[in-house]
């Protein structure tokens, strides 16, 4: 990741990233009422999953587990929490500790970590070989401790 400051950027080769508070981001997740909100968020999901997958496809020369070491620490150095990727039953596990998804929004009745699930998502599709889906079991924002998600192949 490299910073620009004359041209006020951050670039990860031709991929631009910005900075935003999570707070700012979720906040307006959370002044949508139902179903507008549940569709945002989905929204939100199927556009990282197709443009952060980008991102990854480019790590994916690595073997497998290179590839999702790789994925783990970059999540780390956006900002995206601490994750920790296991494989599981044919597909892939996340455990996230210090959401900044779930922490932007405050308290929820649903999980709210969509990035991290369309994000995953992308990772998923390029570890397995092949199109995945991915969906949050648990959220901090619902009172769980942490975030958990599961990825499988797309039936």
């Not at 994750?83 to 922490?103: C, K, T």
């Not at 649903?110 to 369309?118: D, K, L, N």
Request: charged fraction near 25%; proline fraction near 4%; charge should be neutral.
């Amino acid at each position: 990741m490299k910073h620009d400051e004359a041209r006020g950027e951050w670039r990860d080769g031709e991929a631009r990233y910005l900075m935003i508070r999570n707070d700012s981001l979720m906040g307006m997740f959370a002044r949508l009422e139902e179903p507008a909100r549940s569709d945002a968020l989905r929204a939100l999901a199927e556009s990282i999953a197709a443009h952060g997958g980008r991102s990854a496809a480019r790590y994916r020369a690595e073997d497998a587990e290179a590839f999702l070491s790789r994925v783990t620490a970059m999540a780390a150095q956006l900002g995206w929490g601490h994750w920790v990727l296991s494989r599981e039953d044919g597909g892939l596990r996340l455990v996230v500790e210090n959401s900044p998804f779930a922490g932007g929004f405050g308290a929820a009745a649903a999980p709210v970590c969509a990035p991290i699930s369309g994000m995953l998502q992308a990772v998923a599709s390029l570890a397995l070989g092949a199109p995945a889906i991915a969906e949050e079991i648990r959220c901090a924002a619902a009172g769980a401790t942490e975030c958990a998600f599961r990825a499988r192949l797309r039936p």
